[in-house]
C-alpha cells in the first residue's frame, strides 16, 4: 500500500510560478510511474504530467506543455511538478499519483493505482 501527500500548493497571480512535492511511502518507489492530475470545479479529473519509474520518459498535457515540469528524486521517493507561466486555467486541485509498472500508460487515470489527498491551487489574475 502507497500513501501520497502533497504540498506546496496555494495562492498565486497570473504569470507565476508554484512548485508541487509528493512524499511517497510505504512501497519501493522505482516500481511505480508517477503522475500529476487536476480537477477543476464542475470539471472532469484531468492529467497534467507523468513520469516513468526511472525518470527517463515524461508526458504532459497539451494545455501544460512547455510550462510544467514533471521529476522526481528516487532517494528521497519524491515527485514535483514545477509550474510557471501559470494562468487562471490552472486553478484546480492537484492530486499525485503512483501507478505500478505494467506496461499501462500514464497518460490516464488507468495507469495509476493510488491517489493522494490533492493539493488546492488557484491562480488569481
Known amino acids: 500500500q502507497v500513501q501520497l501527500v502533497e504540498s506546496g500548493g496555494g495562492l498565486v497571480q497570473a504569470g507565476g510560478s508554484l512548485r508541487l512535492s509528493c512524499a511517497a511511502s510505504?512501497?519501493?518507489?522505482?516500481?511505480?510511474?508517477m503522475g500529476w492530475f487536476r480537477q477543476a470545479p464542475g470539471k472532469e479529473r484531468e492529467f497534467v504530467a507523468g513520469?516513468?519509474?526511472?525518470?527517463?520518459?515524461?508526458g504532459y498535457a497539451d494545455s501544460v506543455k512547455g510550462r510544467f515540469t514533471i521529476s522526481r528524486d528516487n532517494a528521497k521517493n519524491m515527485v514535483y511538478l514545477q509550474m510557471n507561466s501559470q494562468n487562471s486555467d490552472d486553478t484546480a486541485v492537484y492530486y499525485c499519483?503512483?501507478?505500478?509498472?505494467?506496461?499501462?500508460?500514464?497518460?490516464?487515470?488507468?495507469?495509476?493505482?493510488?491517489w493522494g489527498q490533492g493539493t488546492q491551487v488557484t491562480v488569481s489574475s
Open positions: 499519483a503512483a501507478g505500478l509498472r505494467s506496461g499501462r500508460s500514464y497518460y490516464t487515470s488507468v495507469g495509476y493505482d493510488y
Open positions: 513520469i516513468s519509474w526511472s525518470g527517463g520518459s515524461t
Open positions: 510505504g512501497g519501493t518507489f522505482t516500481m511505480y510511474n
